[in-house]
């Protein structure tokens, strides 16, 4: 089943914003088995839009739109399909109950504008909102369908979720397209992405020479690790299945401990698994990273059964008065083992990480941007001074400063994981 | 003069990279004045390719197209523009010397697979390549033009500069078009987009039916705050600026301190910049954000002049025991005034930050998610015990977690902003 991308929205035209609606779609298509054979990004006109959704609906059999549908005079998406289609625009009052609702739990009347955003083209079935104030709409053409999805990207993402991309299978089910697709990322660290390639070299030229099924792909998506993509297609879901969990077992064993983790699991979720099955908490000491190494463990829903806090020692003296950093320098092996102890003493904690280093795009203390020092320690038991020690590793990373800090935050992260899973294998021996 | 943006490659389709080309591309053309009213993206397939081109060129007066012009097999942009124009591709010996010695002076042989590159479609001028193997291509097409250039952004910027921005300019002149588009974004944060919209609305209104120049458009950007674009269209550009800031004006007097900053400027570089002027440093102690406002400030370069560090508090106990936090609720305006308090004085600065509350998912201390209070603490004068005191603020914020914790970040910083501002203006009186 081909479907089409349609992203709207000015700002998009203009530069202001990255299309990253349309990348995750396109990711999600893929994913699902969709054939997408074009994407296009219109701004906010009612004419320009109307056009756009008038080429896409007619070489494609679903189209997937995304933007305009806001509260503000710019935002037209609706208006657009109403005049496409010529069907008249009804106030939907259940929709602005829901609308009203979310303002008056935020204790805010609801501004005139918003009542806009209940508006529903005839025929229209409503996707209802549950995190923002607009609605989706999927608007039947014929044997097609054109869905409308709001731009910000958690509404868009929960919306694909839970109504779009069920409704798109069925509709590929019901055509006869059986066809299935699956495919899985192993998440990794450790190896350079040109050292993953060597390793999987042998193995991507046989698959390639076999017919590209399953295939394999790369992505460096900084703080998210090497992704390695294995994508399987089969005449059945089960097929698809058993060629995919063949070809990751093979990978797998290629990559060894490199691989962390599957499809959506992030670093700071393995790691908080392994502290919750060993029974440690962690607290974390950070300076080049600022608060971004604490920022992601934070974002795992349940942190606080597993993290007592964290330490932005950014300035010398912090690390020195609060962390006990000796005296000398602080992009060291040294600082970052005190910091990463200190961590464990101020916050409360088992186990430790610290980070010390240059992000740039100055030098520090002698040492170019991109030469940092993280450092694991713990677990330390209630009562005692000094626990089992630690590892510390010196690193040279690419990039800008923003990718420097990323890239140290996923390998202490990463220093940790390995720690703690070879002190469980050492302990079951 | 309507100019439209093609990036070719399946991998932007399938998401596997973000298309920032085509951003780059948006921000360049806006700049030199020209109309973008649409981009498309379209795989590695002649006949979608040159389907797109045909569709792009009926309705803009010029292309320009990037991607799909390496040695590999899966590149066909040429291919599919010779197929669409229906003329034949002949190999250009200048072209492909410059090739062989590009590999030459790297140390190494040409592979057959590179001589590619060097297919010219009949009666298309070369734009040499300077950096890549690749050389662009302009390509008439009646009165309008298609331009190829290579997907890799440095090869592409490159051209872009030295060849094709100076002819689109060039040919707008002599259609007598010397238009030039300027635009500006303010920065705003304290208002909901809604309120925003209505505070603008007459103003809004009024341009619409003065034929929309300049106009005026909104974006809600999570912790970048909700943008105010206002874009403006002259002559020249010396009218096109003076009608943007003639604009700004008038929208800076609706808005009044709710503006912050102006285009790329975040809320972290407007409190840095205004602390430097104050002469004072911030210290944070954070709980829901876990990180986040510390992170973001880090992210400035320069912060060690004016950031000294910040805590993570996630636990209660180490926002009692080391932010001295009192006994009772720790989601409570006390707790956050006490974290304020507690940051200036463990990290050393004369003014801290502090955040507690609910990220969610689920309720914490009886609160819904999204109930979160954020302080301002100071200026805490060396040797004093407590300065002048602190603002609060109670919040409801709405969305999911990511969201729930980028703007409290943006509010507890705007916060400090504001009690920045208010007193330097009440010294000043």
Known sequence: MRVEVVAVGTELLLGQILNTNAAWLGAELAAAGMDAEYQSVVGDNVERIALVFRGALARSDAVVACGGLGPTQDDCTREAVAAMLNI????????????????????????????RQADVPEGARVIPQTMGTAPGLCIPVGEKALYLLPGPPAELHDMWERAVAPELRQR????????????????????????????????????????????????????????????????????ALSLLEAEEARVRELLGPAVFGVDGETIAEVVGRLLVERGFRLGVAESLTGGMV???????????????????????????DLLGVPDGPVVSEDAALAMAAGACRLLGS????????VAGPDAGEGNPPGTVYVAAWGPLHEGQESGEGGDARLLHLPGGRQQVRELATISALDLLRRRLDSQVASRRR
């Not at 192993?186 to 992405?193: A, D, F, K, V």
């Not at 394999?216 to 297609?233: M, P, Y």
């Not at 088992?350 to 280093?357: I, M």
């Open 88 to 115: 008249p625009l009804k106030r939907d009052e259940a929709v602005l109950d829901v609308i009203r609702s979310r303002f008056q739990r935020a204790g805010r009347p609801m501004p005139e504008s918003n009542a």
């Open 172 to 239: 590929a089910a019901a055509r006869g397209e059986t066809a299935s697709i699956s495919s899985r990322v192993l998440r990794t660290w450790g190896l350079s992405e040109s050292a993953l390639a060597e390793r999987l070299a042998d193995r991507f030229r046989a698959l390639e020479e076999a017919g590209g099924n399953p295939s394999i792909a790369f992505l460096a998506s900084g703080i998210e690790g090497i992704k390695v993509r294995i994508t399987a297609k089969g005449a059945t879901e089960g097929e």
């Open 350 to 357: 088992e186990v430790g990480l610290g980070l010390t280093g």
């Open 294 to 320: 604490a920022s992601y463990l934070v974002n795992v829903p349940g942190a606080s059964a597993w993290f007592t806090g964290g330490v932005v020692a950014y300035d010398a003296r912090v690390k020195r």
